[in-house]
Nanobody, 121 residues
Framework: QVQLVESGGGLVQAGGSLRLSCSASGTFFSISAMGWYRQAPGKQRELVATVTTDGSTTYADSVKGRFTLSRDNAKNTAYLQMSSLKPEDTAVYYC???????????????WGQGTQVTVSS
């Protein structure tokens, strides 16, 4: 069983900062990419950022230069530092990880429960 536990969401004023954390726990063999997605009311879930095991990152154009994704492989944890937040960043943020539960299994996607980020104008 693999669980992704998110923390760090909340309410912040425009221009402010928040840091989200996502920790993987349970029994598994390895984690490849980790990332964050978000879903605003009435919109589809969209990619925010991803990070590979070696630290290579990709970002949505809308967050480039404002968000920074990092990970601590020893802690199986990914961190999303969000700065210069805008009201349009308001959404539920979901952690995602590609996890292999055994050495013989394939990587599968796991999701966290989501954490609300609200940016007031």
């Amino acid at each position: 069983q693999v669980q992704l536990v998110e923390s760090g969401g909340g309410l912040v004023q425009a221009g402010g900062s928040l840091r989200l954390s996502c920790s993987a726990s349970g029994t598994f063999f390895s984690i490849s990419a980790m990332g964050w997605y978000r879903q605003a009311p009435g919109k589809q879930r969209e990619l925010v950022a991803t990070v590979t095991t070696d630290g290579s990152t990709t970002y949505a154009d809308s967050v480039k230069g404002r968000f920074t994704l990092s990970r601590d492989n020893a802690k199986n944890t990914a961190y999303l530092q969000m700065s210069s937040l805008k009201p349009e960043d308001t959404a539920v943020y979901y952690c995602n990880a590609r996890v292999r539960t055994t050495s013989n299994s394939v990587y599968m996607n796991y999701w966290g429960q989501g954490t609300q980020v609200t940016v007031s104008s």
